[in-house]
């Protein structure tokens, strides 16, 4: 069994805002460490988090408290179909200059920039 990348404690300390209940927290936290797990090419997976220093550990935590905060925001929005959709002249989309979409993962550009401190993003060969 690998290691959780955050406790519902260091969620709460992270996003002290954020209502998610414990029995939504295990399900968001595994989606979130998922996305994670793909925009750093499943790199934390095969080290082990253990494996980082407090710098990139600390990196990972927020930016999976972020991902967690994002799907629990837009969860009705990240599971539909549509990217975009307009109603009686009313229409609904992601800002595009803050969300991104990367290897099929959708996030906050701030999320993605907290990850990308860690140096686990890098798309070449390391």
């Given at each position: 069994?690998?290691?959780?990348?955050?406790?519902?404690?260091?969620?709460?300390?992270?996003?002290?805002?954020?209502?998610?209940?414990?029995?939504?927290?295990?399900?968001?936290?595994?989606?979130?460490?998922?996305?994670?797990?793909?925009?750093?090419?499943?790199?934390?997976?095969?080290?082990?988090?253990?494996?980082?220093?407090?710098?990139?550990?600390?990196?990972?935590?927020?930016?999976?408290?972020?991902?967690?905060?994002?799907?629990?925001?837009?969860?009705?929005?990240?599971?539909?179909?549509?990217?975009a959709y307009s109603i009686s002249g009313v229409s609904m989309s992601f800002d595009k200059s803050k969300v991104v979409s990367l290897?099929?993962?959708?996030?906050?550009?701030?999320?993605?920039?907290?990850?990308?401190?860690?140096?686990?993003?890098?798309?070449?060969?390391?």
């Open positions: 069994m690998r290691d959780m990348y955050l406790t519902s404690t260091e969620f709460c300390n992270i996003c002290p805002e954020c209502d998610i209940s414990e029995e939504q927290f295990s399900a968001i936290r595994q989606r979130a460490e998922s996305d994670i797990d793909t925009l750093t090419f499943n790199r934390i997976t095969a080290e082990g988090i253990d494996s980082f220093t407090d710098f990139q550990r600390e990196r990972i935590k927020r930016s999976t408290a972020l991902q967690m905060k994002f799907i629990y925001d837009n969860s009705e929005l990240l599971e539909s179909p549509l990217s290897d099929g993962v959708i996030t906050t550009r701030q999320v993605y920039n907290v990850l990308m401190q860690t140096g686990l993003c890098y798309r070449g060969l390391m």
